[in-house]
């Protein structure tokens, strides 16, 4: 391998732990074994990426990058958080399989879903 690949290879692995490179968005396990990290990001009145699909015990972290208030509620409302303000997070475990759809109470044409296996 050449010093070029290896430097190729190594950002895109940087920007893979750093959640930037992968299409789900997880990011490195941070948090200890089996326990891993996904990240959402609200912005533009659409949450990105919209289809997640995480295993089980994943924790997804839903950030608002908007300059306006957005909410996270699922469709079932297994889980809904209060109005996030910029730069506001939400988390939420995802403990059992399924497809969770969820949308933004404030917004309601804003929908995502995340697949647990």
């Known amino acids: 391998m050449t010093t070029r690949s290896l430097t190729i290879t190594a950002a895109l692995l940087l920007a893979w732990l750093s959640g930037g490179g992968s299409q789900n968005g997880l990011a490195a396990n941070t948090a200890g074994a089996g326990n891993m990290e996904a990240a959402v990001k609200i912005d533009n009145f659409s949450f990105t990426p919209a289809l997640v699909t995480v295993p089980v015990g994943t924790t997804i ?51 995502a879903k995340i697949v647990v296996e």
């Not at 209060?82 to 969770?100: N, Q, S």
């Open 61 to 111: 972290r839903w950030t608002n990058r908007d300059d306006i208030p957005h909410t996270v509620v699922a469709d079932d409302t297994s889980f809904k958080s209060k109005a996030l303000d910029t730069d506001e997070e939400f988390t939420y475990t995802f403990t059992k399989p399924g497809t969770y759809g969820y949308f933004c109470s404030l917004h309601p044409k804003m929908t």
